[in-house]
């Protein structure tokens, strides 16, 4: 049998699987056929192009820019050859926006497009397979043929530039690494309370003042103090005008359409620090230096006509540097106390017959909306400003969760989903032991990569209204450059791959085989990204009284080494194999050990406390929030006690009172019962008022034991963690249901007054 005849053999059964191994390119591309041989890009290639089209130039000049900068060849366009690379731009209908093919043979590189981004996307996924850095080596584009297009229209990533300022540089470099990977709008939030950074030429106090803040860099965000009258404002920065033009053209070469946000009504208090006859009070007062809001406005007042002219101005400055069909007005964590107490809100609300400050605040969208509109432009803002009635054109951007795009889809309104669980990349992505400090959560490489943009309550009709999803970047914890590199990179390239390829050919595997050829183009070109979450899930699986732990590591090629003895894994531990079966307290340890080298710091561990309720099966009246499931539906009865990491431990639950039924399996006496509780002033988490307990033989009748009233402060701003516990006269029952009352709506003088508050619970013990 001829060698030939082999390979041939080996082309049928497994086409794909064969080559691509040659070949990395993320996000994947929906067709990808490779074959044998090689395109060698030299001094002898040239580029063809339609000289006559100007709009396939740009990307010409990119390309050969590229080819340039890697290997320093200066290709020739236009000329005969034996070997050309040639884009063609092609009839609008021949493919769909931003789709292309690409085929590569040994004398032909042919691009082929109706759009200019086509064509764009299609040089991104030749030079994924090039040399990424300055090389003396052959320019060798594996022979293969591509179609392809995207799965979504919307592809963001949004970065936050008052919390820290960042130079129109870094800003550039952000844009190639979104253009890289075939992200096309950028969402750029240039106004917040610590900082307005977009000159407006009308209002120069905006920059002059509203742009600097006092230094404090050398505090966590959190505990920053707010600055006093005379302290010098000595940190901040803007863009002029000239510079945000450049921004812009250099996004639009790489396909890239830059999104500004205004914000408005809210988180505003470095314009009212210029102008303070803009806030209720109008009171002057510095732009905020972190996050005490203590005696500082930071909304606009909506009573004030003077407002909406000057906002007017703003946007009509802001419209003629953004070509953007849409302009982002914010719209998020309104604090409304100060319109309750402004007279002059009061009298907009009474001329404008709104029944609440919720119905105001849709007033300033609506009407700003009506503005924005009359620019011929669209209006995209956050969830909130679904309340009090939506605008009728607007486009939701969906940050608390997806129940906001939910609800804004069913409505008919189009939606970007950008959920803080996976979407916020100012979360922690690993450990979080030995990662810089972040502003909480965890949201790892794999739990984007795993992201589905699409909620399942919607119908197949309503799918049309979902844009697409963006990786949110918020920079409270965020000040350097490389430190945003490290936060992006590689949580971009998963949420890249998420909303451009089909989720039918998605593949964790597969693509963080990929990743690792983006790790060393990383390492070669000095940038800043984390390699990856090494860090072992231990997820308890409590089912009908048993108890078994599962231990998970993120990284396919990796082992799980561990001890249930509580002691540090070593090389020589045991390795994971299937889950644990937990019968007794014990801890269990563990690591993930590639290459025979431990990869963590230091061992994960967990702590599992047996008691007779471990391992029940729990019934909820009212189901926890989709967000807050800790390790499933019997979290209450796993075994672990909940810890200060909320995503994790906690189940939650907003507006309905947690009545949860557990089946021990059997009779049991039983005397002690105890519920263990939350509360986190800050993210308007607060302990139930009161905690019943009650026990039955037979699931049907109940006996109240006792109710255990709350004693904690509502104002209590620390995060505070009580043990609702009944101790009573031994008593034998098979079925225990607690009830946690929860509190009916956010304090006075929460943000979220008047809001309804979160009920977090974590193990029902029994004993």
């Known amino acids: ?115 200019y981004a086509g064509i764009f996307y299609g040089i991104q996924s030749v030079l994924q397979t090039l040399p990424q850095v300055r090389t003396n080596a052959a320019l060798q584009v594996p022979c293969m043929q591509i179609n392809d297009e995207p799965r979504f229209k919307w592809r963001g990533m949004h970065l936050d530039v008052s919390r820290h300022f960042f130079s129109a540089d870094v800003v550039k470099q952000y844009i190639n690494l979104m253009a890289m990977y075939k992200m096309n709008t950028f969402h750029w939030h240039l106004v917040d309370d610590q900082g307005w950074r977009i000159e407006i030429k009308k209002y120069p106090k905006l920059t002059s003042t509203g742009a600097w803040r006092v230094d404090q860099n050398d505090k966590v965000w959190g505990s920053r103090p707010q600055a006093k009258p005379g302290e010098a404002a000595t940190y901040g920065g803007y863009y002029t005008q000239e510079e945000v033009k450049e921004i812009v053209a250099y996004a639009k070469t790489r396909n890239v359409t830059v999104v500004p946000e205004i914000e408005m009504p809210g988180h505003v208090a470095s314009a009212i620090a210029a102008y303070p006859q803009l806030s209720c009070t109008q ?313 025979g080298k431990i990869m963590n710091l230091q061992p994960v561990e967990q702590r599992f406390v047996m008691h007779k309720a471990v391992g029940a099966n729990v019934q909820y009246a009212f189901a926890p929030s989709r967000s807050y499931m800790a390790d499933g539906i019997n979290s209450l009865t796993d075994g672990v006690r909940g810890k200060s990491a909320v995503n994790k431990f906690w189940h939650g639950f907003n507006k309905n009172n947690l009545v949860a039924t557990v089946d021990l399996g059997a009779e049991k006496n039983i005397s002690r019962i105890s519920l263990g509780c939350l509360q986190h002033y800050r993210d308007w988490i607060f302990l139930p008022t009161a905690v019943k307990f009650e026990v039955s033989l037979d699931g049907k009748i109940f006996t109240e034991v006792t109710t255990v009233q709350n004693d904690v402060p509502v104002n209590t701003l620390a995060l505070t963690i009580k043990d609702f516990t009944a101790k009573f006269a031994a008593t034998n029952g098979r079925y225990v249901r607690v009830t946690a009352y929860t509190l009916e709506a956010c304090p006075k003088g929460h943000p979220g007054e008047g809001k309804p508050a979160w009920t977090f619970a974590d193990e029902l013990i029994v004993e």
Request: charged share 20%.
């Open 1 to 115: 049998m001829s060698l030939k005849f082999v390979k041939f053999l080996l082309l049928l059964a497994c086409p794909l699987t064969l080559f691509a191994q040659q070949v990395s390119i993320i996000p994947q591309p929906v067709e990808l056929k490779l074959n044998e041989g090689n395109f060698s890009i030299d001094k002898n290639t040239t580029v063809q192009f339609n000289a006559s089209q100007a709009a396939l130039k740009p990307a010409v000049d990119f390309f050969l820019n590229a080819v340039k900068d890697i290997s320093g060849i200066a290709l020739q366009q236009n000329k005969p050859a034996a070997k050309k690379v040639e884009f063609i731009l092609a009839a609008q209908n021949a493919f769909k926006p931003e789709a292309y093919s690409l085929t590569v043979t040994p004398s032909l590189i042919q691009i082929k497009a109706s759009s």
């Open 283 to 595: 009171q002057p007062q510095l732009p905020l230096t972190g996050g005490n809001y203590n005696n500082v406005s930071s909304n606009y007042c909506a009573g004030n006509e003077e407002v909406f002219s000057f906002l007017q101005d703003v946007l009509t400055e802001v419209i003629a540097l953004f070509p953007s069909t849409y302009i982002h007005i914010g719209g998020d964590e309104v604090d409304k106390g100060p319109w309750k107490k402004c007279e002059r809100c009061q009298a907009r609300m009474k001329k404008e017959g709104l029944k609440n400050e919720e119905e105001l605040q849709s007033y300033f969208i609506k009407r700003m909306e009506k503005f924005i509109v009359s620019k011929k432009r669209k209006m995209i803002g956050w969830d909130e400003i679904l309340e009090g009635g939506l605008a009728p054109e607007a486009t939701v951007m969906s940050w608390r969760g997806e129940a906001g795009g939910i609800e804004a889809a069913k409505m008919h309104h189009d939606v970007v989903m950008t959920p803080g669980s996976p979407c916020y990349f100012d979360h922690y992505q690993a450990g979080p032991e030995g990662e810089p400090l972040a502003i909480g959560g965890f949201n790892t490489v794999k739990k984007v990569y795993d992201y589905e943009p699409i909620p399942k309550e919607l119908s197949a009709e309503q799918h049309k209204y979902v844009l697409g999803a963006q990786g949110n970047v918020w920079t409270e914890y965020i000040s350097t450059a490389e430190h945003l590199e490290y936060m992006v990179l590689p949580r971009m390239l998963a949420l890249a791959e998420t909303v451009w390829s089909p989720a039918a050919t998605k593949n964790w595997n597969d693509f963080s085989r990929r990743l690792h050829f983006h790790f060393k183009a990383f390492d070669a070109k000095g940038l800043h990204y984390s390699p990856g979450n090494f860090t072992v899930d231990i997820k308890p699986a409590a089912k009908n009284g048993k108890l078994e732990v599962g231990l998970f590591s993120e990284v396919p090629t990796a082992s799980i080494l561990y001890t249930t003895d509580g002691s540090v894994p070593t090389v020589s531990s045991a390795v994971y194999t299937q889950p644990i079966a937990v019968e007794s307290t014990q801890t269990i340890r563990a690591v993930t050990v590639q290459n």
